[in-house]
């Protein structure tokens, strides 16, 4: 488990520490604070320093740039915009960020220029590149340099605006591509806007693959104790739309299933949330806004739910809110299960400290009990 993250000129903080971290990790703080930046620095470790998790993160908040005048002419999508990631939002050569978790080697990305590549040795056309392309390097070593493929960078194309070219293919004289191996534990991510409906059936069916479902109707009894089954329809799918459409549950003493759509967000939002455990088996499960939807009343049962699957199924979780009461519902779970307490952090974050500040169980209930504002 990540009990010590370290963060270097990444995104707004120059140097910053998350530390004191537990199986599950609360993070509070202001608007434009931090917090969804270090659930993608998580994100960023765990993935295995591929590049185009950059690619993906950039996306997810909307930040895009327009693509080299060299690709405007065949395609009008714009291009993740990189420049955000490194402190004070721009990029040349030599600028860098880093992160590290516990005691173990700091990952980096690194722009180099391109100069930084070997000539083509072979006379290659692959080896072609415009003196205007800067290269985009994860940890911070040079391909050519070192025979050890496992420890061979992803490297890609930027513009010198941050946008970065994945189209482009770096001469395979230089790459050596990192990416997450299939046996390595997952990283689940549910984003405030919850799961794109399409990902959400995928892991639906790895779920009834692995005769889980069952374990999932029952955490969405949270809200409905006369819930009897969940179908995902296969004409339909979970694509159908955003609320629900191509999902059906079952009811007690009802003999034609609902649309989940008809039940309320709240139901969809638990759905989420009980899929996303049950998938992020002996890995990372990252939840942003974790209270979204949810009414204040059941939180308390949806904190229940969170720490002890993750106790069950061997998950380090990390979420977000920015509500007062989900704070206070974690407060009652540390004193209502005890047992329970010691997997359990609050970490304020602020950008005008070099550390965050932990709080563990008995510092959350005093700060509940007493109405002291962490968030």
Known sequence: MIRRLELKNYRGFKE?????????????????????????????????????????????????????????????????????????????????????????????WEILSPGALPENPSGDPEGYMSTDDLVISVDGTRPWETEDVRRGPSLAYVSEAGALNLRRSIPSYVRFARSKSDEAPPTVVVPQASLAPAILGLMWDGIVKDGKDDEVVEAMRILDDQLTSIVFLSSLGATANDAGGGILVGRQGEAKRQPLGSQGEGMRRLLVLAIALTRAKGGVLLIDEVDTGLHYSILGDVWLLIVETALRLDIQVFLTTHSLDCLRALGWLCGARPDLAAEVSVQKIERGLDEAVALNAGRIQIAVEQDIEVR
């Open 16 to 108: 910053y520490t998350v530390g004191n971290l537990a199986r599950v990790n609360l993070l509070v703080g202001k608007n434009n604070s931090g917090k969804t930046s270090i659930l993608e620095a998580v994100e960023l470790l765990t993935d295995g320093g591929d590049v185009r998790a950059l690619d993906r993160l950039a996306r997810r908040r909307g930040e895009t740039a327009l693509p080299p005048p060299d690709l405007t002419r065949t395609t009008s999508t714009l291009l993740a915009d990189v420049s955000h990631f490194f402190h004070g939002h721009s990029i040349s050569p030599g600028a860098r960020f880093s992160l590290k978790s516990n005691d173990q080697e700091e990952l980096t």
